[in-house]
């Protein structure tokens, strides 16, 4: 088996079974060719941190405003390329484990909520903001609610998964530098345009993982075991 089929297939075992797209699996290449490199020697949960401590970086670029917000694009991808790093480098190298796995999610919804106060300074209204990362939290809580109670993977790759999430606040920091002013045309913040984006991607993502979390749940919870007997004395 090629050494690419075999991430392939430890990236499905952690995402319940689920085959990668083309488009997933041309990005798991590239991350497991950085993942090769001198950057395996950092700890997954390292690296985890490491992408919320560059997304408050993007944030304070934001402060700054135009065209400082360039940065802000470019250390929101940094921070998608750290998010897939940490979960290649602990398959890579035999670190994968149950507590890294909630470190990654605790950073990750750490992550969610620094984007939505980068919205909110690319001009967004703090509702629509908030709308955005409740939006996030309640995707996330109710998958994993669905596998606490015995769902074997994610339910279903929806629209808002979290890359979406980054690329929504990248395009809005990089439309921010190239067009101070706003959107072309009807003059819109940038961080109102994608706020709105995020929501609609946000209902229309909860949608798919309600669908799959209706085929994927198990319909009624395993049987509890029964008392341990002993050998007859």
């Keep these: 088996m090629a050494p690419e089929d075999t991430g392939d297939t430890g990236w499905s075992a952690l995402h319940g079974g689920i085959r990668p797209s083309p488009l997933v699996r041309g990005w798991l290449r590239v991350v497991r060719a950085l993942a090769a490199g001198p950057v395996a020697r950092v700890p997954p949960d390292v690296l985890s941190a490491s992408g919320v401590v560059v997304l408050v970086g993007a944030g304070a670029l934001a402060v700054v405003g135009p065209p400082w917000t360039v940065g802000t694009a470019l250390l929101v991808v940094l921070a998608g390329v750290l998010d897939g790093l940490d979960g290649a480098v602990a398959l890579r190298t035999g670190r994968a484990r149950p507590l890294g796995a909630v470190v990654d999610a605790v950073c990750d919804r750490l992550g969610d909520l620094v984007l939505a106060g980068v919205l909110v300074v690319l001009g967004a209204p703090v509702g629509w903001a908030v709308a955005t990362a409740a939006l996030t939290f309640l995707h996330e809580y ?86 341990q007997t002993g050998p007859d004395r």
């Excluded at 606490?148 to 990089?174: D, F, K, N, S, Y």
């Excluded at 345009?193 to 009624?220: D, H, K, M, N, Y």
């Design 142 to 227: 109710a998958r994993a609610r669905a596998q606490a109670v015995g769902m074997p993977g994610v339910g279903a790759v929806t629209v808002a998964e979290r890359p979406t999430r980054l690329i929504v606040v990248a395009l809005a920091a990089a439309g921010s530098a190239a067009f101070p002013a706003g959107v072309p045309g009807p003059g819109w913040a940038w961080g109102t345009t994608f706020a709105v984006t995020g929501v609609a991607l946000g209902i229309v993502g909860l949608g798919q993982l309600a669908s799959g979390l209706g085929r994927s749940v198990p319909a009624s919870f395993p049987p509890e075991p029964g008392p």
